[in-house]
């Protein structure tokens, strides 16, 4: 894809928002607290028509679970995260299961593709790490590098309550995801990622979506604060 030298107000979307996933030692909890995850993944390579032939990018690729899934699958796969110790840690289960997976490390606006369009772009629980101004600048990136008619598939903490229902609605999420300490993800975390990080409501971002060129062909919503949508490029 090429592209034009950034302008000096473009953000840096390599620092790091939230936790701090440059410890390893974070990303291996990070790791056990999303569980096992094949199926899930083996069966969103297979709705998205990944097999021998097809190329996918994914955003946020984190510990590698999809990437290995979509590899796999006989799929060109290209895994893009913005920590290091993320990709050291993905890389080197992917080379254990001896598949084949281009990993860089990048984020949704510092990312450069080379080859052909994409068949398919994949995000889960990434896109938050942007402002809004910011993932509208991403899903537009994303439409770019997508061939006509390929699928996007985007899964994160939407927010589908009112803004004026928002103490509500974000405790009611809190209090029924939240795990105890070194039992998964713990108030804290999702305390600290409404806090610090960057989660939108659900009629912002699929009007962004559309802006940017996706017709939503499925949309899932569960909780009030997490949200999937199987988008289409025009």
Request: net charge negative.
């Amino acid at each position: 894809m090429a592209e034009q030298p950034k302008p000096d107000w473009w953000y840096d979307d390599l620092r790091q928002v939230g936790l701090d996933f440059d410890d390893p030692g974070a990303v291996a909890v990070y790791d056990r607290n999303q569980g096992d995850r094949t199926a899930e993944n083996e069966a969103l390579a297979a709705r998205l028509g990944l097999g021998p032939g097809r190329l996918v990018v994914e955003f946020g690729c984190g510990t590698g679970s999809f990437a290995r899934a979509a590899a796999r699958a006989g799929a060109g796969v290209r895994a893009v995260d913005v920590s290091a110790a993320m990709l050291a840690f993905a890389e080197e289960r992917t080379r254990r299961e001896g598949l084949a997976v281009a990993f860089h490390r990048a984020g949704f606006l510092s990312y450069r593709h080379d080859g052909g369009p994409a068949d398919a772009v994949v995000s889960q629980f990434a896109l938050h790490h942007l402002p809004d101004f910011w993932k509208g600048q991403a899903l537009a990136r994303i439409a770019a590098l997508l061939r006509p008619g390929g699928l996007f598939y985007l899964r994160d903490v939407v927010f589908g309550f009112a803004p004026a229902a928002a103490r509500e609605g974000v405790e009611a999420w809190i209090g029924a995801v939240a795990e105890p300490e070194g039992a998964g993800f713990t108030r804290a975390d999702f305390a600290g990622h409404v806090r610090d990080e960057h989660s939108t409501y659900d009629f912002l971002l699929e009007a962004l979506l559309q802006r940017c060129g996706f017709e939503i062909e499925e949309r899932w919503q569960s909780l009030g604060a997490y949200a999937a949508y199987l988008c289409r490029r025009r």
